[in-house]
């Protein structure tokens, strides 16, 4: 999992396995999430997102569960596959001010073939 | 294509020297951001811009300066009062969209590894 500040973890998982990553958010007001794929030495790339009156939302082969009680939010990915080695960050933006984003640290998502 | 570009993708200068990363975009947004992205860790906003000659501090705009004077535009200056500019810089936009189906993702350029020595 993954908490804003701490050193950047790293998750491994067999090529065809689930992975689950997870990230803790401070904000409580904040209305929207949103998780990035950062492959090495490029930009982040949107997987999904998810607004806070939902509490689950599906792509294709992955789920966002959004969990407002205890600030949190987890990322699913099925049937993981080398392709989707990479760094992943969560963000969120909060219910007013600025529009900008607010990005967690990231989880390193290791796919062993 | 629509998309971001940054330019250059290594950039390297001299302890002292401002230097100016390059961004633009041609998804006609009206929003674009700077982020700085340390070893290991997560982005973290320099500065913003919601619409053309208006711009605001993000987290850590202490060294840095930027201008919007066009849509498609929004280059960033790392001055030499930036203490340790070395880094990677990512570079954003997305739209403006109000209300409650509004999208907030930001797209991002393939980033500038700024290096100075």
């Known amino acids: 999992g993954e908490s804003v500040g701490l050193h950047l973890p790293t998750l491994s998982v067999q090529e065809g396995d689930n992975s689950i990553i997870n990230c803790a958010y401070s904000n ?18 949107f997987i999904i997102d998810i607004r806070s009156n939902m509490d689950k939302r599906q792509g294709q082969r992955v789920t966002v569960l959004l969990n407002k009680t205890v600030k949190h939010l987890s990322l699913q990915i099925a049937a993981t ?3 989707d080695s990479a760094v992943y960050f969560c963000a969120e933006k909060g219910s007013t001010g600025r529009r900008a984003l607010t990005f967690g640290s990231g989880t390193r998502l290791q796919v062993q073939p | 294509d629509g998309g971001i ?12 020297q401002n230097v100016t990363l390059s961004c633009e975009q041609n998804l006609n947004h009206d929003a674009m951001y700077w982020y700085r992205q340390d ?31 066009k849509k498609e535009s929004f280059p960033l200056t790392v001055t030499s009062a930036q203490k340790n500019p070395t880094a990677f810089y990512l570079c954003a936009s997305s739209t403006r969209d109000r209300g409650q189906m509004a999208s907030y993702e930001q797209y991002f350029g393939p980033g500038t590894r700024l290096t100075v020595t």
């Open chain 1, 28 to 45: 409580s007001a904040s209305d929207y999430f949103i998780w990035y794929k950062q492959e090495s030495g490029k930009g982040p790339q």
């Open chain 2, 5 to 16: 570009t940054q330019s250059p993708k290594y950039l390297f200068r001299k302890e002292g």
């Open chain 1, 81 to 83: 596959q080398p392709g």
């Open chain 2, 39 to 69: 070893p290991g860790q997560g982005l973290r906003l320099i500065y913003y811009s919601q619409i053309v000659n208006d711009f605001q501090k993000g987290d850590i705009a202490e060294g840095y300066s930027v201008s919007r004077e």
